[in-house]
């Protein structure tokens, strides 16, 4: 049995912690696996009004996708819209912006109609235009490599991310530079974005048939996720004054005294204390720590690797880590 002691605000500290975990998956099993999902995806600039019906896989409402399906439409427009839009020019023929209402407010040909809507970048250095070249023609394909949460975490961690296409006669290797670009291999020409906190990877021109991407199975990524976790300390002090008794039944007799030069001389000492326990040089042990709730329920409970005798003279303190 032990004794319980309140803890103060003082007493407890939060460190926040940051942690990564290397991945790597080769081929289309890894990559599907039920709890990996990174999904492979194509986006076509499909111009021109269409109806959506069905769900095909070839024409203006064309799918794509392992684990789902999306509209290949869709994943170029979103693609578009979240991270290149300020980086277009003018769509040809639209000079003009309105507000809500329908009033012109901007009628001047070099301005960027896009700028009104902000795009996720990794990094807020100015880069060339050329680094950020968008696919806008009739048709263009962007491959889309999407990584689930579950999987990076936080975000991926930046300069991790790698890209291997081994299919013969290519072999292809695209790394992440660390500020939101891939490289192809030594030549080290941008082929494409990432977003580190979205666990997007977008790919522009890299392949000569860039359905490849998301239908052959020699492929392979790597990356490290990183996520934060919150280690609570618990600092745990005890007095010299306090925890100097213990109610521990072994130190309590159960049985009768009986003299050892007098068999027939026997005194009744059950239910009282031993006499060590009483003496001036006694001091408990302390094996296990828990820690309670307002309403002194058992929430952690901590074992000391060995036993620890508690002092009379002077403060000691037991400290508590706790990862969550």
């Keep these: 049995m032990g004794a319980f002691k309140s803890l103060t605000s003082q007493d407890v500290v939060i460190t926040p912690f940051v942690v990564n975990k290397s991945f790597t998956f080769s ?29 095909p896989t070839t024409g203006t409402t064309a799918s794509s996708g392992y684990s789902s399906s999306y509209y290949q439409r869709d994943i170029y427009n979103s693609i578009k819209q979240l991270y290149y839009t300020n980086e277009l020019p003018n769509p040809e023929g639209i000079y003009i912006i309105t507000d809500l209402n329908g009033d012109i407010v901007e009628s001047n040909v070099d301005t960027n109609v896009h700028s009104r809507f902000d795009n996720y970048l990794n990094s807020t250095l100015y880069y060339p235009p050329q680094l950020r070249s968008f696919p806008t023609g009739a048709n ?15 975000y991926i961690n930046p300069g991790s991310f790698n890209f291997v296409f081994y299919d013969d006669p290519d072999y292809l290797i695209y790394s992440d530079d660390g500020e939101g670009y891939l490289t192809e291999g030594v030549i080290g020409n941008t082929r494409g974005i990432i977003n580190y906190s979205h666990g997007i990877i977008v790919l522009i021109g890299t392949f000569n048939n860039i359905n490849n991407v998301t239908t052959d199975n020699n492929i392979a990524i790597s990356f490290q996720s990183s996520r934060t976790i919150y280690e609570t300390q618990y600092k745990c002090t005890i007095r010299e004054n306090e925890f100097n008794y213990s109610l521990n039944p072994s130190l309590i007799s159960s049985s009768n005294f009986t003299n050892p030069l007098n068999s027939s001389c026997s005194i009744d000492i059950r239910g009282q204390v031993y006499g060590f326990v009483t003496g001036s040089n006694w001091a408990p042990y302390v094996t296990t720590v828990g820690l309670y709730n307002e309403t002194n329920d058992l929430l952690a409970v901590a074992k000391l690797s060995q036993p620890l005798p508690t002092s009379r003279t002077t403060d000691m303190s037991i400290i508590i880590n706790l990862d969550k």
């Design 27 to 55: 081929g289309t099993a890894s990559l599907n696996a039920d709890n990996v999902f990174i999904e492979r995806l194509i986006g076509t600039n499909i111009t021109g009004a269409f109806e959506i019906t069905t769900e």
């Design 140 to 154: 263009d394909q962007i491959a889309v490599i999407s990584i689930p949460s579950q999987l990076y975490g936080d």
